[in-house]
């Protein structure tokens, strides 16, 4: 397991961090990071590396954001796509899973008149 990132770490995540590893192949990046290629492949097992190399990812993908938003709108008004219009929706605040119930009890509640107020509204089929 590993205890810090250093530099042939380093080097390995800035490459497989990329769409398409860069177009290198594993074994081009373990050669740039001065490793064998087995050693990258561990690496990738490792909690450590894998929390730098998705931090690594989210940074380099990060300033495409606004490119990514604006074709998700492009994707609602033009293909009228239901699933991009909740995704962009949800992503900005305005829709959400979650239910939120309120309840209000004043006084002592008769749990056995509640029960049978329950059971008719399912006899009438509420």
């Known amino acids: 397991m590993l205890k810090r990132i250093e530099t042939h770490h380093a ?3 800035r490459y497989l961090a990329l769409p398409k590893r860069g177009g290198l192949t594993m074994e081009q990046i373990a050669t740039e990071a001065g490793v064998s290629r087995r050693a990258v492949y561990d690496w990738l097992k490792d909690p450590l590396f894998d929390r730098e ?3 690594e ?5 990060t ?3 606004p490119e990514v938003m604006e074709s998700l709108t492009d994707a609602v008004l033009t293909d009228h796509n239901a699933a ?3 995704l962009l929706l949800q992503v900005n605040g305005m829709l959400t899973d979650k239910v939120e119930v309120e309840t209000k009890v004043s006084g002592d509640v008769d749990i056995d008149a509640l029960r049978e107020r329950i059971k008719q509204a399912k006899g009438r089929g509420v």
């Open 11 to 13: 080097i390995a995540i």
């Open 53 to 55: 190399l998705k931090k």
């Open 57 to 61: 990812i989210v940074r380099q993908t």
């Open 63 to 65: 300033a495409r954001l």
């Open 84 to 86: 991009a219009a909740k």
